[in-house]
């Protein structure tokens, strides 16, 4: 989006968006790394440095799941559940993302008890996060809170991490993503798993510490402070030539749909707005995208080599093919031996499961630990609980997109709002199908790419 | 200010301002603190704990000056003035608050090389701030990036700390606000010191560690952050009832406009909004103001009187008269030995001297640390150098409130616009007469106070 942007980015802010656009659809992008290893690391939580604190707790509250299924591993475990009296159908929704988002605004409250537990007390329209980094958009512009969606009581909705499920007694382990000293159970009837996953480190220590993740508003933040922090450092007298031009420098690790328009989002910015302001920057400004395969690999071969093309002819924009193996302070590794320098990285690789996914051994899961799902969406051989959106395994296999978790909200929503009157339509529901609207992504100058199920676009018609 | 402000809180966001009115003028309130030791203390910067990095690097930076106009205090100094082919006059400004912005915003930068010096990057609305903290503006709205005054250079503006002033070469020792490791001077032919003042502790460690400030857009961030926290804490399962008392008190230290409007502002929101979203806490929800004096001290008694029988009418509100003496984490001790739970607490008791104004051996100043100033506010004995705002000390003393600091700058860009062309009229400038334009404050339910030189006005018409 080419709009005024500089001085709404220098005030961390911008304005109301005029349209909210198609949802860019995602696919699970494979990005320019080396696989070392598969399974997610430790430090796999965000870095960013100035995320409120309920969200650095949660973030790192997550890292550390207990085993699930055993009171023993919950220290401080209360076996009651939550408003015990209550004999209401209780559906509990586990994630405020756009599966349990959209299952909970679309759930008939009337008939069944539905209350969420999530870390992040918000819905977030992810596919535009790259516009809050540049100021185009802002934070508030692209989240809802879930208590907008006015819960009768204020129970009805846990700032929380669920560390466990005990399937035997459907109770949930929760421990407060507020203060970790609080752990309590909520009992289920119906349990729906919308966990999402986590960005992939491809357990590469620097990118945590290094690098920034574009999964959470946090992470926007950081990136639009870290930018303005290097525009103004870099006109700091004293600072070398070969310094101004490293802060200056962003590398985008990822040539995913995210990656693509967040350069994209950049290279709008640098543009149209860094000349009003800082004149003789201008020409220093490198956008470095890192991707060893085709950028867009999702999309149709024309479709890329579009967005390719275009990226190519900028100035300010190159496109490196080779794969990160290590990140340092100041520089990324290649494979081949070779470096890059970078003030500013953004790691948009790939995806990793989230860790109550992997401590759930119990579950039965595909080998990148997405529960395995039936066609009505159910966990398979788990009683009462149900999965949808990037942590559940359909077969054939469905992208993690924004698309077809919002659907499956829906699905489940119609299917399960049922749960309190009658329960053999919910056991013979019939199955979800997903009918594409599409993909889209943004390439900057107003052009766009438009995989559509009927006809396939590319400029400004996209 | 009373608006449907919970959805935009939780949102960590707010519209625009339909209008801004009157600066509430602001006095030097003593508070409700006893006195220590009134020297400022090494833990002097805010305790904001989600500060944008560039604050919190500048904050730590200015805690630590070095010794002024000796070259040997300052490591890594580096000696040439920046761009030292530009002959016209340069006139340097310290400070982007009210006086400092004011003198930038209305000098005439054809006929002066106007540049800035600054932690800060941008201009900030401070009688606002306390809007900010429940969602009824954005923080957005009442900030100002001084990169849109259109400094024709980068280098008109540092982000950076001061730490010295050598008056004999006529140079400001600098270090970089986002990286320590640059430093460097800045030479100035005439030198506008616009440094402010900065929260008093009176040396009351636990203030810095367990309170919050309400003088930076990072306090006022980290205020609505830990507002939403201890909603969020109060509702989950097993915190104990006195434990859900404690979260749900914020304790106000200091009876000043500042802390009567915070106090008004969180009032209308608990009374506006708190009851759809959070149904059951309201009941527990209290504001405790501490000022052992008479709430508003600078205005009129029949004011005072006014505004306090307001506040006591208020269920959820009370007034303590009594002198803080410590501060641990969860309680605020008084000095008759009694104490009162909070789960949060503002402090906004009165004003300490700027680091730099401290370590400015050298330059007149007064008790309280401030520069002593002439009628045209130029610094006593110190040649090209002026002061403004709270900073500055003229006689008779004029309050330290934005007013005060606006019509300085004001002042000073009609008398230093002419450096460049006629001295003569600069030295026989005519002194700086403050006419008030009265001060007021709100007292919450659409309720002001007015102070004005033609009538006092309280209530609906204040």
Same mark, same amino acid.
């Given at each position: 989006?080419?709009?005024?942007?500089?001085?709404?980015?220098?005030?961390?802010?911008?304005?109301?968006?005029?349209?909210?656009?198609?949802?860019?659809?995602?696919?699970?992008?494979?990005?320019?790394?080396?696989?070392?290893?598969?399974?997610?690391?430790?430090?796999?939580?965000?870095?960013?440095?100035?995320?409120?604190?309920?969200?650095?707790?949660?973030?790192?509250?997550?890292?550390?799941?207990?085993?699930?299924?055993?009171?023993?591993?919950?220290?401080?475990?209360?076996?009651?559940?939550?408003?015990?009296?209550?004999?209401?159908?209780?559906?509990?929704?586990?994630?405020?993302?756009?599966?349990?988002?959209?299952?909970?605004?679309?759930?008939?409250?009337?008939?069944?008890?539905?209350?969420?537990?999530?870390?992040?007390?918000?819905?977030?329209?992810?596919?535009?996060?790259?516009?809050?980094?540049?100021?185009?958009?802002?934070?508030?512009?692209?989240?809802?809170?879930?208590?907008?969606?006015?819960?009768?009581?204020?129970?009805?909705?846990?700032?929380?991490?669920?560390?466990?499920?005990?399937?035997?007694?459907?109770? %949930? #382990?929760?421990?407060?993503? /507020?203060?970790?000293?609080?752990?309590? $159970?909520?009992?289920?009837?119906?349990?729906? &798993?919308? !966990?999402?996953?986590?960005?992939?480190?491809?357990?590469?220590?620097?990118?945590?510490?290094?690098?920034?993740?574009?999964?959470?508003?946090?992470?926007?933040?950081?990136?639009?402070?870290? %930018? #303005?922090?290097?525009?103004? /450092?870099?006109?700091?007298?004293?600072? $070398?030539?070969?310094?101004?031009?490293?802060? &200056?420098? !962003?590398?985008?690790?990822?040539?995913?749909?995210?990656?693509?328009?967040?350069?994209?989002?950049?290279?709008?910015?640098?543009?149209?707005?860094?000349?009003?302001?800082?004149?003789?920057?201008?020409?220093?400004?490198?956008?470095?995208?890192?991707?060893?395969?085709?950028?867009?690999?999702?999309?149709?071969?024309? &479709?890329?080599?579009?967005?390719?093309?275009?990226?190519?002819?900028?100035?300010?924009?190159?496109?490196?093919?080779?794969?990160?193996?290590?990140?340092?302070?100041?520089?990324?590794?290649?494979?081949?031996?070779?470096?890059?320098?970078?003030?500013?990285?953004?790691?948009?690789?790939?995806?990793?499961?989230?860790?109550?996914?992997?401590?759930?051994?119990?579950?039965?899961?595909?080998?990148?630990?997405?529960?395995?799902?039936?066609?009505?969406?159910?966990?398979?051989?788990?009683?009462?609980?149900?999965?949808?959106?990037?942590?559940?395994?359909?077969?054939?296999?469905?992208?993690?997109?924004?698309?077809?978790?919002?659907?499956?909200?829906?699905?489940?929503?119609?299917?399960?709002?049922?749960?309190?009157?009658?329960?053999?339509?919910?056991?013979?529901?019939?199955?979800?199908?997903?009918?594409?609207?599409?993909?889209?992504?943004?390439?900057?100058?107003?052009?766009?790419?438009?995989?559509?199920?009927?006809?396939?676009?590319?400029?400004?018609?996209?």
């Amino acid at each position: 989006m080419l709009t005024g942007n500089l001085p709404k980015l220098l005030a961390f802010s911008g304005s109301a968006p005029s349209a909210i656009g198609v949802a860019a659809a995602r696919s699970l992008c494979s990005g320019g790394v080396l696989v070392a290893h598969s399974t997610p690391g430790p430090g796999m939580h965000s870095a960013a440095r100035d995320a409120p604190r309920a969200v650095a707790a949660a973030e790192e509250g997550v890292a550390n799941p207990t085993r699930s299924g055993s009171d023993d591993a919950h220290p401080g475990y209360v076996p009651e559940p939550t408003e015990p009296g209550d004999r209401r159908h209780r559906l509990v929704i586990v994630g405020s993302g756009w599966g349990g988002f959209s299952l909970l605004k679309y759930a008939d409250a009337k008939r069944v008890h539905v209350s969420m537990v999530s870390a992040r007390p918000f819905f977030l329209f992810t596919p535009l996060l790259a516009s809050t980094c540049v100021g185009t958009l802002e934070f508030r512009s692209i989240q809802e809170p879930v208590r907008n969606m006015r819960f009768p009581n204020e129970g009805d909705f846990h700032q929380a991490i669920v560390t466990g499920v005990d399937t035997s007694k459907q109770l %949930l #382990l929760c421990q407060s993503a /507020l203060d970790a000293s609080y752990k309590y $159970s909520v009992h289920y009837d119906t349990l729906v &798993l919308g !966990v999402g996953m986590r960005p992939n480190t491809f357990n590469i220590e620097g990118v945590t510490k290094y690098g920034h993740f574009l999964k959470e508003l946090a992470d926007a933040r950081a990136i639009r402070v870290h %930018l #303005l922090r290097n525009l103004e /450092l870099a006109c700091e007298p004293g600072v $070398s030539a070969e310094e101004r031009q490293r802060l &200056l420098t !962003v590398v985008i690790a990822g040539g995913g749909a995210t990656g693509v328009e967040f350069g994209a989002e950049l290279h709008d910015f640098l543009v149209q707005d860094l000349p009003k302001l800082y004149p003789h920057l201008q020409d220093h400004i490198r956008i470095v995208l890192v991707e060893p395969n085709d950028i867009l690999g999702a999309f149709d071969s024309r &479709l890329r080599t579009f967005a390719e093309r275009k990226i190519r002819q900028r100035r300010d924009m190159t496109i490196v093919r080779k794969f990160i193996v290590d990140v340092t302070e100041k520089n990324v590794h290649f494979k081949d031996g070779t470096t890059h320098p970078f003030g500013v990285l953004v790691w948009v690789t790939g995806l990793a499961p989230s860790p109550l996914a992997v401590s759930l051994s119990q579950f039965p899961k595909n080998k990148q630990h997405q529960f395995v799902v039936d066609q009505q969406l159910r966990v398979t051989g788990i009683p009462n609980v149900y999965a949808l959106g990037d942590c559940a395994a359909m077969t054939p296999a469905l992208p993690c997109t924004a698309q077809v978790a919002e659907r499956q909200g829906r699905y489940l929503a119609s299917v399960l709002s049922n749960l309190g009157s009658d329960s053999a339509a919910v056991a013979s529901a019939p199955p979800f199908v997903f009918k594409s609207m599409g993909m889209m992504a943004y390439v900057g100058d107003h052009d766009a790419i438009s995989d559509l199920p009927v006809t396939k676009l590319s400029g400004k018609d996209a």
